[in-house]
Structures are given as C-alpha cells and as structure tokens.
C-alpha cells in the first residue's frame, strides 16, 4: 500500500475512533441494574461509573495523533508512533475490562468496542508507514 493512502486511513481511523466511543460498547443484562438504557454501556457511561470514562482518554488521544499525522515534521510521526502504541494498549485493556464477566453476568459485546480496537490498530499501521518525503544528500550525489 502506499503511504499516502495509508495517511488518508489513519485519518479516518482517528475520526472513527472519536465516534466509537459513543456507540455501545457492551450489554449486561445485569438484574441489578434498573433500567434496560443503564445495561448498554459505552465510553463514556458505565453503570455508577465502575468503568470510568476511558472514552475521554481515546477521544483525547485520537485528536492528538490526528494533529500530529497532519503535522509535517520528523518530531511529529516519531511521538505519533510512541502515543498511537499506547493509545492500542489502553484500548485492549478497555476490550477487556469491557467484554469480562463479573459476578455470573457476561456481557454481550456490542459493535462500538471492536471498532475501537480496529480503529487503534490502523492508526497504528498508519504511524508506523508515514507519508513523509525526506530531504538530504542522495546516494552518490554530494552537494557542494
């Protein structure tokens, strides 16, 4: 593939990422919880907030490496590379704590956590291959 398609990707990764956080992420047909719109959690809203809102930290974090794969610079995509594999681990550490059983209850997974996790991974792929055109001395044409 090439780079320049894989920049459009990421940017569309980034993009979907801030809107996954607002779709389910899970149903748990917990007894305990009152209403049938408490059992669908998302990014933003765990029952009681016992899952916090790790929907701040992606959107906040998929802005960031949106700005920085737009960025032009060297410094850009080398931090881009260091936060988009952060912002893949705490999105596998929100797949789990999300999809795991608690208490005799496991969740049905809803369509927004595997976006989320599709969403880390091509903006991951994206930052790894940069669309980036690098200025300096050619292979055997020396400036003077």
Do not use: H
């Amino acid at each position: 593939m090439s780079s320049k398609i894989l920049s459009w990707l990421g940017i569309a990764a980034c993009i979907t990422l801030i809107i996954s956080c607002f779709l389910p992420w899970a149903y748990y047909a917990d007894s305990n919880i009152a209403t049938e719109a408490e059992r669908t959690f998302t990014g933003f809203y765990s029952y009681k907030q016992q899952y916090g809102k790790p929907g701040l930290f992606l959107v906040f974090f998929g802005i960031v490496i949106l700005i920085l794969m737009i960025l032009p610079k060297v410094w850009a995509k080398r931090t881009n590379l260091f936060i988009s594999a952060f912002t893949l681990a705490y999105a596998f550490k929100c797949y789990i704590l999300y999809t795991s059983c608690y208490n005799a209850y496991c969740p049905e997974k809803r369509v927004g956590i595997f976006i989320v996790l599709f969403s880390t991974v091509t903006m991951l792929v994206a930052c790894v291959f940069p669309n980036m055109k690098i200025e300096g001395n050619v292979a055997g044409k020396n400036k003077m």
